[in-house]
């Protein structure tokens, strides 16, 4: 039996996230965790006390997401010589 790796989350299926009617510029990474927070609050009503649990995981995800490209692109910046040009 093979073992899967369990900390990363299944990504969300071009299927999903256009049927879930996403709009493009949420189809990302998170965007598995985001078709769950949508259904939650289109249930309750949008109440804002409602859907804690999935809006942290969705904002969780976003920020993990915003690290990984702040990495990357200081990676970049240090591959190019380390020159900041503003």
């Known amino acids: 039996m093979g073992h899967a790796v369990t900390d990363a989350p299944r990504?969300?299926?071009r299927e999903e996230m256009?049927?879930?009617k996403l709009?493009?510029?949420y189809r990302d990474s998170c965007a598995n965790l985001l078709i769950p927070l949508n259904?939650?609050?289109?249930?309750t009503y949008y109440l804002p006390w409602k859907c804690e649990d999935?809006?942290?995981s969705y904002e969780k995800c976003q920020y993990v997401e915003f690290k990984k490209r702040v990495a990357k692109m200081n990676?970049?910046?240090e591959a190019k010589g380390g020159a900041r040009s503003n």
Do not use: G, M, N, S
């Open 39 to 43: 259904r939650c609050r289109f249930e």
């Open 11 to 13: 990504q969300a299926t």
């Open 54 to 56: 999935e809006r942290h």
């Open 23 to 25: 709009p493009i510029q």
């Open 75 to 77: 990676e970049l910046r």
């Open 18 to 20: 256009r049927d879930a």
